[in-house]
């Protein structure tokens, strides 16, 4: 499988772009063990066009995660354009545009999902990205904004007609949500009715090394992008490459293996955001990190009692797997260093065929 001249090989595994999971720190961990492609978190054209600071930090991307792609969201054409060459001037592998968020802050102004419901400015999105690029573009979506509406074989036809290079579906709706099953019968019918030329890959489910070999079996996709399957559980990449080439699943990681990649995970996230946010911030994975253990939920309180990366370390360093109650440090005072303000760098801007003016401080928009 290839995309632009990125060659995959067979039957690659992706990194879905997730809001407050898919940033550097984590993306580092799954390209460790063995996805082949990475995205970010999906970033506002109308934040980076106005400077936001959150939606310039999400532009951070790093050598040793290569291949990775930029994916943008907004449904405002011309904040979508401008946008477009900001990231492109960052150098990404890819720039994927988020056709397929459901959340209603973002479907609510024809970005995500919500452009579904529009597939005229759904051309226009495509058009203006691809004005702005010099690299791949490729898009990610879902079959529709509900049954009465799916449209994919037609949408998948027409993106690529208009240049996208490859295609990313999650088998699902807009009004499903994350809800039922994901219908992967849709994902066979695109791959063989919908796109012609370009690569194809499936997304929705693929929550285990049997369901991503079982996706690429049933439906044909060239690749498998998985999501909720990976959180707090970078290892599903190699396990599942381990069972499509023996029939057989690697057994989970010891105790001490899982408490070692978090602690990398929490160090990283402090060296990226911060001592206090990245700290903050990683309160968030210790949930997918510890599901399914005994007293899980009793180590997650103690995690999130720590200010400091210190005081979690020393908490994941006393945590024994079946204990009952998990040892907290002595509280520290965290440090006072504030998180950093972004802006785009100057090196960036000087790249930007047009003038910077419509980077004034501004309230950033949703899409």
Known sequence: MQIGSIDFGER?????????????????????????????????SGGLIYDADDSVQKLDIYDEERPVGIQIFGG????????TRIVDAIEPDLIDINFGCPVKKV???????????????????????????????????????????????????MLEDKGIQALAVHARTR???????????????????GVRDIPFIGNGDAL???????????????????????????????H????????????????PERLAVVAEHLTLKCE???????????RRQYGGYFKGFRNASNLRAALMEETTKDGVLEVL???????????????????????????????VKAKLPTPSAQKQRAPATVG
């Open 175 to 193: 009004s499903q949500m994350y809800k039922g099953e994901a219908r992967w019968e849709w994902l066979r019918r695109i791959k063989e009715e």
């Open 107 to 157: 479907v609510r102004k024809d970005a995500g999902a919500g452009i579904l419901r529009n597939l005229p400015k759904m051309e226009r999105i495509v058009e203006a990205v691809m004005e702005g690029a010099t690299r791949p573009v490729t898009v990610k979506t879902r079959l529709g904004w509900n049954d009465d509406s799916i449209q994919i074989l037609e949408v998948a036809r």
């Open 76 to 83: 405002n054409v011309e904040q979508v354009r401008q946008a």
């Open 317 to 347: 360093l006393n945590a024994k797997e079946n204990a009952d109650e998990f040892q907290m440090s002595v509280p520290a005072t965290p440090s006072k260093k504030p998180k950093a303000t972004r802006s785009i760098p100057a090196a």
């Open 240 to 255: 599942a490459k381990t069972y499509m080439a023996t029939g057989e699943v690697p057994p989970p990681p010891t105790w």
């Open 12 to 44: 690659p595994l992706f990194l879905a772009p997730m809001e407050d999971v898919s940033d550097p720190p984590f993306r580092l961990l799954c390209k460790r063990y063995g996805a082949d492609m990475l995205y970010t978190e999906f970033i506002s």
């Open 272 to 282: 990226w955001l911060g001592e206090r946010t990245g700290v903050l911030e990683m």
């Open 208 to 238: 285990t090394p049997e369901k991503v070999k079982a996706m690429f079996d049933e439906t044909g996709v060239d690749a498998v992008m998985i999501g909720r399957g990976a959180i707090g559980n970078p290892w599903i990449f190699e």
